[in-house]
């Protein structure tokens, strides 16, 4: 069974476990539980995207799906790249620094953006690159980046659940690594292509090139 599709997945999971006791709902819960890791875990280029969003305030809502941010920049002449600080310290900026025209510093605080210094200029937009949620998948032929192209780490995530679930602790552990590992490999070469702009002639474990 190709690991193409959600239905292709939740096929192939009895089959690799080989167990034939499984409900469609228990599978579905495996895959859960993998694809919940992955949007916990995984930073992989894959997930970046962009958008614009408009500062109204001193906070505003993150985008739909915000996992992390990698960097924002005010859409002014000249861009102006906002700095990452954590929200104490933007709150600290707020409570030291005078306000200015635009804020400086931006740090993720809970489901909102917050901003430092506290600004007095007119409403402006900014740009982010920030990680999103992969897109979830419940029919059998949806599909989504990451399955695309890793789509033994949704299979390796899932039997860690399902071997969990059965309190087979050794498969648990076993699959638990392999799924750890891949997880680190990609994070890990997804960083060097960022950093060092060479291009991967080598394919991921379980990947799709």
Do not use: C
């Not at 239905?7 to 469609?24: H, K, Q």
């Not at 990698?70 to 790249?81: A, C, G, H, I, V």
């Not at 659940?161 to 891949?182: P, T």
Request: glycine residues 8%; aromatic residues 10%.
């Amino acid at each position: 069974m190709a690991l193409t599709t959600y239905g292709g997945l939740i096929a192939a999971i009895p089959l690799w476990a080989t167990y034939t006791d499984l409900s469609a709902a228990q599978l579905g819960e495996f895959v859960a539980w993998a694809d919940q890791e992955i949007a916990r875990r995984l930073r992989s280029n894959l997930l970046l995207t962009s958008s614009t969003v408009t500062l109204t305030g001193e906070t505003i809502s993150q985008p739909t799906g915000f996992l992390a941010m990698r960097r924002m920049y005010l859409n002014t002449t000249p861009r102006k790249e906002l700095q990452t600080t954590t929200p104490e310290g933007a709150m600290d900026l707020s409570s030291r620094i005078v306000s200015g025209t635009y804020p400086s510093h931006i740090a993720v605080e809970g489901t909102t953006f917050r901003f430092a210094p506290i600004f007095t200029g007119i409403t402006t937009t900014a740009t982010a690159l920030y990680y999103k949620r992969q897109a979830a998948m419940s029919a059998d032929s949806d599909t989504n980046v990451v399955l695309d192209a890793y789509p033994y780490l949704y299979l390796y995530g899932a039997l860690e659940a399902l071997f969990s679930f059965k309190e087979d602790d050794n498969n648990a552990d076993r699959y638990g690594q392999k799924f750890g590992a891949l997880i680190e490999d990609i994070n890990t070469r997804d960083a060097k292509d960022v950093t060092s702009g060479a291009l991967q002639s080598t394919p991921y474990q379980g990947g799709v090139i």
